[in-house]
């Protein structure tokens, strides 16, 4: 089973840059789609950025051309850089796996346990 741990959230100004670090260990399958989901405080889980197997990202349009997914060459460390962050960025943040072929869902994924990120205005 595979297991995500989060990091790198906290606390910026309206316009701050974070970088949010997942460690991926226990996917038998390296190309293994992954994903990054907010979720602003009373709301659900919300997909911002994916990246699949063969290395495509996409992305919310909330967050289009401020969020880069990334991955390190082993593909054991996924990466969202979060940049001109906003107060409605605000929330905590997922790192998800697919289940088999599968792109992580919000109903539908192994999840880590979240790392909180805060923008103030």
């Known amino acids: 089973e595979v297991q995500l741990v989060e990091s790198g959230g906290g606390s910026v100004q309206n316009g701050g840059t974070l970088r949010l670090s997942c460690r991926v260990s226990?996917?038998?399958?390296?190309?293994?789609?992954l994903g990054w989901f907010h979720q602003a405080p009373g709301k659900g889980r919300e997909g911002v950025a994916r990246?699949?197997?063969?290395?495509?990202?996409s992305y919310a349009d909330s967050v289009k051309g401020r969020f880069i997914v990334s991955q390190d060459n082993a593909r054991n460390t996924l990466y969202l850089e979060m940049n001109n962050l906003k107060p409605e960025d605000t929330g905590m943040y997922y790192c998800?796996?697919?289940?088999?072929?599968?792109?992580?869902?919000?109903?539908?994924?192994?999840w880590g346990q979240g790392t909180q990120v805060i923008v103030s205005s």
């Open positions: 998800a796996a697919g289940i088999g072929s599968f792109c992580p869902r919000s109903d539908l994924a192994n």
């Open positions: 226990g996917a038998a399958e390296k190309n293994r789609c």
């Open positions: 990246l699949a197997g063969d290395g495509s990202t």
